[in-house]
């Protein structure tokens, strides 16, 4: 029978039946069950006790990693593989694109410090719940252009007509619909702050210390298989054609194909919605945890203002104590300054997340869907084992602070060095009117517009004499299907000697000098990996280095930190940079549309440049921590010893910030393996 109780359990116990009660309300505080409260009214509690099979640490992760999931799939996964299709369906450039995903790095930063401050101190499941609901309205929202847009249709190459404009211009105004990118991008970001903040906090604070990084990087193991998992989904859909209940006159390696971007959107949207339920369920707290909530913050960075608050419950539950809280966390170097590190190394994954399927179709010249399949086994492979091993790492050695910040010195002087992989590239086709003239003259025709080198129908061929050309308009062929024929600007006495034989076959021609995408793929696979493996390390040290009811507000302000600084401008940045790139231009209706061919060995060379210098810096903000991490200091025989330098030390002993002993603890369900029952 369900029973409706106060949300805090009772402080003060008088008597042994006032005793009872708190026990008994304690208890069921402890349960999963339904808030209720409306307006002013009280808000209670309604238990749900056939619930409480779920009530454990083992299961609580079990529903945040279908949250996590879910959240990667979409935003990382799904997202980042339809970037080319949307231009094109679209009419977008990769600078508009990139805006596009940084949208959701800018809505994370607009709820952020709310739900970490307020959330962090208020029943967090909740918040959390809610926070996977919004991602699932998010990614509705994102999927209504294909319902409401015209419908797409394809351009019959064979009956096309040169010189018309290859698209109605009623239809260009298709540029328009980007509007509700954005809003689904800002509410995928909404609802993610909470996802890899409260969810964080409350493993934390639910599990033994020991356990902490066991159980985070199980969760962000899951955070890392969504991305990949929406690749080799978001790669099938786009095998299938937008329409599908249309069949399609191409094959899906036509460059008028439209893969099926939008489907992914809704399954992922109604699925977002069911896992929210359960874990709203949630208790503030798991069953029988207060034991593990006990000297959390003996390795907390030697602070003043922080040491005065240390244990302070009540401190940061008024609103008024924000202004102190923020100026505390501000004041922490190592937490700072590793925030920072975060940032670039963050944001190197949310440019390349946004625009790697892109980049090894463009470079390595495939299909969107191959490209996402290719890419999304690599995501799997190194980001997942790569996050998997970093937390079995610490948790299996017991890693102190100074310890971790030299494990991700290492792993990041190594991931540094594999950037180098995006040397790795292919040449760039002679393109005629574009890179190369034509053979018949030395006229660039086709950069003479507003958009420099650009075209209205982009449909390329290769000539016999070996130039590629944008399209048999721009060749002067006849169609004479699969092939062209009698292509006088392929005609040249010197080359082709009879205008019969100046004939063109679909599609580029061959570059003769491209790399195996396997080569660039294992590299760049090497690169993710060693940048995941510091991840557990790096979320550790800034947990460690607070106190412990700071740190949701504090994850708050460094996930602030590294959207601002990484993860909003570098997928921008590396739009600007495929746009510089950029040597051919669609234009439709007189307006500059999505970029056609991009040049291989200048986008090499920018994205090289752009990923080593924000590693380095990552690299000099691991050095700094390295040194301005202050451990505390512990006597032992009238000596002082720094406590975080005993590679094996136990939270026995002297209290390492106060001089307050504690005593060892009786054996419980709490010291069993890492997923016993908390």
């Known amino acids: 029978m369900k029973k409706k109780v106060d949300i805090m359990p009772t402080k003060i116990r008088r008597n042994s039946t006032e005793e009872s009660q708190e026990t008994e309300n304690y208890r069921e505080y402890e349960e999963c069950g339904c808030e209720t409260g409306c307006g002013g009214c009280k808000t209670g509690r309604c238990t749900v006790p056939f619930l409480n099979v779920f009530n454990n640490a083992k299961w609580a992760l079990a529903f945040f990693c279908m949250g996590v999931f879910i959240q990667g799939m979409t935003v990382n996964g799904i997202s980042s593989v339809i970037i080319s299709t949307l231009e094109r369906r679209f009419h977008l450039r990769s600078s508009e694109t990139g805006f596009i995903a940084s949208c959701y790095e800018i809505g994370v930063c607009i709820s952020i410090p709310i739900v970490t401050y307020i959330g962090g101190r208020g029943h967090r499941p909740i918040w959390l719940g809610w926070g996977i609901f919004i991602i699932g309205v998010g990614a509705i929202v994102f999927s209504l252009p294909h319902f409401i847009a015209p419908t797409y249709t394809i351009i019959n190459v064979n009956t096309f007509v040169c010189d018309q404009n290859s698209t109605d211009c009623e239809a260009s105004s298709l540029r328009v619909y980007r509007g509700f990118f954005i809003v689904g991008q800002l509410l995928l970001g909404i609802g993610a702050s909470p996802v890899y903040t409260l969810a964080i906090n409350y493993l934390d604070e639910n599990v033994k210390e020991k356990y902490s990084s066991t159980y985070h990087g199980i969760f962000f193991a899951f955070a890392l298989l969504g991305p990949g998992a929406g690749f080799l989904l978001g790669g099938y859909f786009l095998n299938i054609y937008v329409n599908p209940w249309e069949t399609p006159s191409v094959e899906s390696t036509s460059l008028f194909w439209i893969g099926n971007w939008w489907i992914g959107f809704l399954i992922m949207g109604g699925l977002a919605v069911l896992v929210s339920v359960p874990i709203m369920m949630y208790p503030r707290q798991l069953p029988n945890t207060d034991k593990v909530r006990l000297d959390r913050e003996k390795e907390m960075h030697q602070q003043k203002d922080a040491i005065k608050i240390k244990g302070d419950e009540n401190f940061g539950k008024d609103i008024r104590d ?147 050309y944008v399209s048999f308009c721009d060749a002067e062929c006849s169609v004479e299907d699969p092939s062209y024929t009698n292509c006088s600007k392929v005609f040249n006495s010197t080359i082709i000697t009879s205008l019969k034989n100046a004939t063109a076959t679909k599609g580029k021609c061959s570059t003769g000098s491209c790399p195996s995408v396997a080569l660039f793929l294992f590299f760049g696979g090497l690169a993710t990996f060693f940048g995941y493996l510091k991840s557990q390390s790096a979320l550790q040290i800034s947990l460690r280095s607070i106190p412990l009811h700071q740190r949701s507000f504090a994850l708050g302000i460094q996930w602030l930190i590294m959207r601002t600084l990484g993860q909003i401008p570098l997928p921008i940045i590396l739009g600007k940079i495929l746009d510089l790139s950029c040597i051919l231009w669609g234009q439709e209706c007189g307006e500059c549309g999505a970029c056609k061919m991009y040049d291989g060995p200048s986008m090499s060379k920018y994205l090289t440049i752009m990923a080593t210098t924000a590693k380095g810096v990552s690299l000099i903000c691991l050095l700094i921590v390295w040194k301005v991490y202050k451990p505390p200091v512990e006597k032992e025989n009238g000596e002082e010893v720094v406590a975080s330098d005993d590679f094996n030390r136990r939270s026995t002993g002297a209290n390492v910030a106060n001089g307050e002993s504690t005593k060892k603890e009786p054996p419980s369900a709490i010291d069993n393996p890492a997923f016993s029952d908390s």
Request: with cysteine; proline share 4%.
């Open 322 to 468: 924000a202004p102190r809280c923020l100026y505390i966390i501000l004041k922490n170097p190592t937490l700072i300054v590793i925030s920072i590190s975060g940032a670039m190394d963050s944001g190197i994954v949310s440019a390349f997340s946004a625009f790697g399927a892109k980049y090894i179709e463009t470079m390595f010249n495939m299909t969107s869907s191959t490209a996402a399949i290719y890419f999304g086994i690599a995501v799997i492979v190194s980001a997942f084992t790569g996050n998997l091993l970093s937390g079995i790492l610490v948790s299996k050695f017991e890693l102190k602070v100074p310890q971790m910040i030299r494990f991700c010195l290492v792993a990041t002087s190594l991931a540094f060095a594999c950037l180098f992989a995006f040397l790795i590239y292919c040449e760039t086709p002679d393109v005629a009117g574009v890179n190369m003239p034509y053979n018949t003259n030395s006229e660039m025709t086709t950069c003479q517009s507003s958009c420099g080198c650009s075209t209205n129908f982009f449909s390329p061929i290769c000539g016999a004499d070996q130039l590629t």
